[in-house]
């Protein structure tokens, strides 16, 4: 990176901050559930207005906004950056003079960061046109917590056009001023399951009478593990977690019906795919041998998030340059948490970094979580000059 360049971004962000700041204390103020972000939405489609963008769309996939930011350099190729902007029913704890207004919500995940690094990245990036080629797409995207927003955006269009993708996350127990990345699996596929065991119902008493949904249920809950412990490699990594049990009303009843739900998390696309064939067998045997029938209902949701070797060798790059080597993390693992930036980096190469928020900060998800002020500043640097980077890179090539 030259020099020049780096003063000028410098500059550049420097003046945006204290606007971004105010930017995210508003949307911090004033969080919305998933699919229900209109205000936020209507909040950072006026910013992008005033900040005069090329090309503003607003309303897609529910409440998503694409905007785009092109370059005086001539044309190139198309980088997407992309943020999310819903919020979680969590009631805030937090003493901030700009903790949520709302009851009972509450931006727990940092999306109010994520989304003014991107606000005051369109920023810088407004004023830095003549320095590059192309265009930049600017996705905010809805609807991230409940993993259906990234979808959406990519059926209304979203990724039409677009040569690679970014994305950041704030990360706590991370310095600020710190990215972690990894190439190859980010975070993990999500998967859900429902199971319903159909017994035959009797007094408790008279046990022989019944077909026990519930000792039928409590069976197949152990022989999932085996999924685990003992049909995948113990190098390999799943996760296969039952969350719900419903059954039963009385102490003297056995119930006829017995509720389970879960999840299945995987790291690589090739095992994920066999899961439910897997998860069918045990259950469908475990019922059987216990004369219960059974209902699975296995849903594909997040897919696996897998960053683009080359992109992530270009977020290293930037980001040696602009925070210094010693704060490039290298992750050594994934997270088996789930990101529905998985669905984009199925249409274009990309890569999500985790961008640190404070070693000592709550977790993500927490009545007390807050994304802060202090990270927005390492975030537009890495966002601008990763714009930059790339769309000079290209243009050149
Ligand atoms: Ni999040």
């Not at 369109?122 to 003549?130: D, F, G, H, S």
């Not at 019922?287 to 696996?304: D, M, S």
Request: some cysteine; proline content about 5%.
């Amino acid at each position: 990176m030259l020099d020049q360049q780096r003063d000028t971004v410098n500059a550049a962000v420097n003046e945006v901050l204290p606007h971004a700041i105010k930017m995210r204390h508003h949307l911090h103020r004033h969080p919305e559930l998933s699919f229900h972000e209109e205000q936020t939405a209507k909040f950072i489609a006026m910013k992008l207005e005033e900040l005069g963008v090329d090309s503003l769309q607003t309303s897609i996939g529910g409440n998503g906004i694409l905007a785009t930011i092109t370059g005086l350099q001539g044309t190139g190729p198309t980088l997407a950056l992309r943020a999310d902007m819903d919020a979680l029913p969590i009631q805030e704890e937090g003493e901030s003079e700009y903790r949520s207004e709302r009851d009972g919500v509450m931006h727990a995940c940092g999306h109010d960061g994520h989304s003014a690094v991107l606000l005051g990245t369109a920023q810088t990036l407004c004023r830095l046109r003549a320095n590059f080629a192309g265009t930049v797409r600017l996705i905010f995207q809805p609807a991230e917590e409940v993993a259906a927003g990234a979808r959406a955006i990519v059926d209304s269009g979203g990724m039409k056009d677009v040569d690679a993708i970014f994305a950041l996350h704030g990360w706590p127990g991370m310095d600020v001023g710190k990215i972690g990345i990894r190439p190859g699996a980010m975070m993990a596929s999500a998967d859900t399951f429902d199971i319903t065991i159909d017994g035959r119902g009797a007094h408790a008493a008279m046990p022989h009478l019944s077909v026990d949904p519930i000792v039928a249920g409590a069976q197949v809950v152990t022989a999932l593990q085996t999924i685990v412990s003992r049909e995948t490699s113990p190098v390999d990594s799943v996760v296969v977690s039952v969350t719900q049990f419903h059954a039963g009303s009385a102490h003297n009843i056995i119930p006829g019906r017995a509720e389970l739900k879960g999840t299945v998390r995987c790291l690589t696309s090739e095992l994920r795919q066999i899961m439910p064939e897997r998860v069918e067998r045990v259950v469908a045997g475990v019922c059987g041998a216990l004369n219960a029938e059974y209902k699975l209902n296995y849903r594909f949701g997040t897919p696996v998030t897998i960053n683009d070797e080359r992109m992530v060798n270009l977020v290293r790059e930037v980001g040696a340059a602009c925070l210094g080597e010693e704060n490039v993390v290298q992750l050594e693992w994934p997270s088996l948490g789930a990101e529905d930036f998985a669905v984009y980096l199925g249409h274009a190469p990309g890569a999500m970094f985790r961008l640190g928020t404070g070693a000592a900060k709550p977790p993500l998800h927490t009545p007390t979580y807050d994304f802060g002020d202090e990270p927005l500043k390492p975030g537009i640097e890495m966002f601008t000059h990763l714009a930059l980077r790339f769309l000079r890179g290209q243009s050149a090539a």
